[in-house]
């Protein structure tokens, strides 16, 4: 007797790589300020705010309501907050209409909704031309 397929869940496929990720991540939250470099592998959260630089071996969500000052590079990424600095992800980056990067962004490949704010110089490591995108999601995640 085989086994029942599984039904696919068209959900999955439109959900962000971001929310893919196993694994606990490690969360900054709202009323958090942290300040120093953050190290570390897996997936992390941030809604606060950070002063440091930053090395994710892993993914990065920043919030809209979050705050990143300093160096960030990361394995892929989420931005739908604020960061002064430069920002170097390895794969894919996704920048939300709330981000405001004002800094060098460089990446795998990079997806740009309307309306967000980048005040640098912005590069594809892979040659990928960069894409837009109009945000369906409201809530800045």
């Known amino acids: 007797m085989s086994e029942p397929q599984r039904k696919l ?4 496929l439109e959900r962000r790589f971001i929310n893919r990720s ?3 991540p490690t969360v900054l939250g709202a009323s958090t300020s942290f300040v120093g470099d953050v190290r570390g592998s897996g997936t992390f959260v941030v809604y606060g705010e950070v002063r440091g630089d930053g090395d994710i071996q892993g993914s990065l969500n920043l919030a809209a309501s979050a705050r990143w000052h300093g160096h960030v590079h990361a394995q892929q990424a989420v931005i739908a907050g604020h960061i002064t600095g430069s920002l170097i992800v390895e794969g894919r980056l996704e920048i939300g209409y709330t981000a405001v990067i004002h800094g060098r962004v460089s990446a ?3 997806a740009i909704a309307t309306g967000a704010v980048v005040d640098g110089e912005i590069e594809t490591t892979s040659g990928a031309p960069i894409q837009q995108f109009a945000e369906k999601r409201t809530d800045g995640s």
């Not at 869940?9 to 999955?12: G, W």
């Open 9 to 12: 869940d068209l959900s999955d």
């Open 22 to 24: 196993a694994g606990t």
């Open 108 to 110: 795998s490949s990079i």
